[in-house]
């Protein structure tokens, strides 16, 4: 049988990479073998993530470093949105022309809309990829609705607890759990309801069981194949004794459930003196915790915390040590902690964390709630970060039993899910 290939092109960040990878990998698994998944990434992309395991139809091509780095590109965000949205289109088309394969079909991070003048140039199909919830894809689909409601692009300060309940899909929502969005910022957003009539397809990382109102929503009003592939989260692979990390050896000294693992995102994070409070909360609540911050190194906690510039997550995730994820609630990491069991304290930042915040604290009750005024850049306080960590961390508690009820629940669905990532989904790109 002839060889053909599909080119894939993430947003270059991890919370979109990640994913992405792991969807090849599935893809992959599902291939009747002649089908080659070339991965577009920068040369420093290729560096961070080129030596991790992947399947041999699995392989990267690259572009040059034409995008602000990833070490400091958080100094200027709309800088950086902003060359993803202008820089990538002509060296991604030089990759295309140099490419041996016919392709069959490109699969897109959404994010770079770009790419469909590309694939029409090309006449390809193209699938997009959309690494956030289906419920902030309704959301953000119908930015039209919350325009004419009056509930974005405009001062909202006094009016955080009117409902957002005209949505499809989506349950009624407050103002105050949805990030403020500027005009600005929408620049380098997607126009999804020009994206979607010019799309073969719509990929969603969710699991079906627990979004299946928006997803359902979403499938009629679209009118379009819309695949849900589970949680969507890489295998681990085994680990040897001797590659073990320091925190993995450090997590296994721990009791059962006692550690709390905190990390507040690879994208934007929170300012120091939030990280000072954090630090003395942490402290001064007597919870052991291992923290990926890289600006606090070198502070010493003793034999109570550690702290690490980076960890492989799920693997923390997954150690029976930990008990508690403190996250800012970025997609991928709330289905880690559902597929791991683990229930969360939710620190959302921006974008699409509120939301995720709100389903985790309100919706699936998985999670407890960190950061209550959202929308503000109020600090949270030490003494509160305190007694909010070991109320949260206490195995004894009525309430958190009941909440590692329904976690467990949850975790349960999650797994069972992720065995059967629905049940056409491997024929999608075969048309
Ligand atoms: O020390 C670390 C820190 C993170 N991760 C992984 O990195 C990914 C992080 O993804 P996510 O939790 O989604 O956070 P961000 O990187 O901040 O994700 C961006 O992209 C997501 C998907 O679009 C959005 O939901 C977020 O709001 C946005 O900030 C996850 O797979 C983590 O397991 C690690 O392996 N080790």
């Given at each position: ?138 959301m953000w689909?119908h930015v039209d609705l919350l325009e004419q409601h009056r509930h974005i692009f405009v001062d909202l300060s006094e009016r955080e607890e009117e409902w957002i309940d005209y949505i499809?899909?989506l349950p009624p929502t407050k103002v105050a759990d949805m990030s403020p969005v500027t005009r600005e910022q929408l ?159 939710t620190f959302p930042i921006f974008a699409d964390q509120p939301l995720?915040s709100k389903?985790?604290v309100d ?6 709630k960190m950061k209550k005024e959202l929308r503000r850049n109020n600090l949270v306080k030490?003494?509160e ?47």
């Amino acid at each position: 049988m002839a060889m053909n290939q599909v080119v894939v092109m993430p947003y270059p960040a991890r919370g979109h990479l990640n994913p992405l990878m792991s969807l090849c990998d599935l893809l992959s698994s599902r291939s009747d073998g002649t089908t080659i998944f070339t991965v577009v990434v920068t040369e420093e992309w290729l560096g961070l993530i080129g030596s991790d395991p992947k399947p041999d139809n699995v392989r990267f091509a690259t572009i040059p470093n034409v995008i602000p780095s990833e070490h400091g590109r958080g100094s200027d965000m709309i800088g950086f949105l902003t060359a993803v949205q202008t820089k990538i289109e002509a060296p991604f088309e030089e990759v295309l022309d140099q490419l041996k394969l016919p392709v069959k079909l490109i699969i897109a991070d959404a994010f770079l809309s770009w790419i469909l003048d590309v694939a029409d140039r090309r006449n390809i199909p193209v699938a997009a990829y959309w690494a956030m919830s289906a419920s902030m894809f309704t959301m953000w689909y119908h930015v039209d609705l919350l325009e004419q409601h009056r509930h974005i692009f405009v001062d909202l300060s006094e009016r955080e607890e009117e409902w957002i309940d005209y949505i499809p899909g989506l349950p009624p929502t407050k103002v105050a759990d949805m990030s403020p969005v500027t005009r600005e910022q929408l620049h380098v957003s997607p126009n999804l309801i020009a994206m979607m009539k010019r799309v073969q397809s719509l990929l969603l990382p969710t699991i079906y069981e627990l979004e299946h109102e928006a997803v359902d929503a979403l499938r009629s009003e679209l009118n379009k194949p819309i695949y849900t592939f589970g949680p969507n989260i890489r295998q681990l692979q085994p680990q040897s004794h001797e590659s073990k990390s320091k925190y993995m050896t450090w997590l296994d000294s721990k009791p059962p459930n006692s550690v709390l693992y905190i990390c507040l995102g690879s994208f934007l994070s929170v300012s120091t003196s939030q990280m000072d409070e954090i630090a003395a909360g942490l402290k001064q609540s007597g919870v052991k915790f291992l923290w990926v911050a890289k600006g606090r190194l070198n502070e010493s906690f003793g034999d109570e915390g550690l702290v690490v510039e980076w960890c492989d997550q799920i693997r923390v995730l997954l150690h029976s040590s930990v008990g508690g994820f403190w996250s800012h609630c970025g997609w991928n990491s709330v289905k880690e902690s559902v597929y791991s069991g683990v229930p969360m304290l939710t620190f959302p930042i921006f974008a699409d964390q509120p939301l995720n915040s709100k389903v985790v604290v309100d919706d699936w009750r998985n999670g407890w709630k960190m950061k209550k005024e959202l929308r503000r850049n109020n600090l949270v306080k030490r003494g509160e970060i305190a007694e909010i960590v070991s109320r949260f961390m206490d195995n004894e508690s009525v309430e958190r039993r009941e909440m590692v009820e329904r976690v467990k629940n949850l975790r349960d669905v999650c797994r069972v899910t992720s065995t059967y990532p629905q049940r056409d989904f491997s024929n999608f790109y075969s048309s």
